[in-house]
Nanobody, 114 residues
């Protein structure tokens, strides 16, 4: 199993970023996918979840209305569209696949700062 995140970077408050996570090594379309984040000195936080077919999504209260999780099962990729970014969104973002065990990507850092 391999999960490779991309799309992080430095953005000003109010800006947008789109994260991608390319998955391989398992039947992607059979599994829900998750985005987590971890800010410096803070506990890891579940940000968003999407069902295997993409029909159901859930979000942390802190990102509802600003972030959108989606997936393309033809490309084995899950996305996180992040709008109206705030400094408190600064963190390393990870995509996660829960098979018989949990697999994590290497993470992509997001910094929201002016």
């Amino acid at each position: 199993v391999q999960l490779v995140e991309s799309g992080g970077g430095l953005v000003q408050p109010g800006g947008s970023l789109r994260l991608s996570c390319a998955a391989s090594g398992f039947t992607f379309s059979n599994y829900a996918m998750r985005w987590y984040r971890q800010a410096p000195g803070k506990e890891r936080e579940l940000v968003a979840v999407i069902s295997s077919a993409g029909g159901n999504t859930n979000y942390a209260d802190s990102v509802k209305g600003r972030f959108t999780i989606s997936r393309d099962n033809t490309k084995n990729t899950v996305y996180l569209q992040m709008n109206t970014l705030k400094p408190e969104d600064t963190a390393v973002y990870y995509c996660v696949a829960r098979l018989s065990t949990a697999y994590w990507g290497q993470g992509t850092p997001v910094t929201v700062s002016s």
